[in-house]
């Protein structure tokens, strides 16, 4: 079964951003659900798959606002490397040195258009171009979560195709977890419910 964790809310850069907004507390562990999900569909190996788990539920905790907030991937990366055995701890399995340094490289491209790589960020991303790419394809699989059909996600936007159960699979997370949050539930235990009654349909 498929792995994933909940960040906690002192990782977050703004305690109110954490709680209840578009990409607290949340939104980061269902991306890290997903990424770990999409990592086993592509085969990435045991160390790979565990660095995009964490990286999911690293990737948006130092943004400053909910908006667009230019460069929240690079000090979501940095916050990673400088605390990175606090985050192994809450996974709960080690990651090595190496793949958490690929799981950084996904973070910082996770909120740059491919099409607007750097020439640096482009060999960057060369490095480990599937954990980048399983990063996006996570991150863009949660945006069921905001209120507009057009924001939803646009697989036209990633590089590689998404598994058919992708989408679906998806929805229900966000749907599920959602709705045990606004039934009084905590963050956690709301995710944790919604995880459980998820995977045992994949």
Known sequence: MAS????????????????????????NARVSLLASLLAQEYRL??????AACA??????????????????????ATFLLANADAVTNAL?????????????TAIALHDVPYEQFTDRQQRAYQAS???????????CLDRYR???????PDPSRLRRPLPPWAPAA?????????????????????LHHAHQTLTRGL
């Not at 905001?146 to 939803?152: E, F, N, S």
């Open 129 to 139: 171009p599937l954990l980048v790419d399983v990063l996006k394809a996570a991150d």
């Open 170 to 190: 998806a929805f229900a997370f966000v749907t599920r977890s959602e709705r045990a949050r606004l039934d009084g539930t905590a963050n956690a235990h709301a």
């Open 45 to 50: 190996d045991a160390h790979d798959t565990a």
């Open 4 to 27: 994933f964790s909940v960040p906690p809310s002192s990782w977050f850069t703004r305690q109110d951003l954490a709680t209840d907004s578009n990409h607290g507390v949340r939104h």
């Open 55 to 76: 990286a999911g539920a690293i990737h948006d905790c130092r943004r400053r606002n909910d908006r667009d907030d230019p460069g929240h991937g690079q000090r979501a």
């Open 92 to 104: 709960g399995r080690p990651v090595p040195q190496e793949a958490l340094h690929r799981a950084a």
């Open 146 to 152: 905001l209120p507009l059909q057009r924001w939803w």
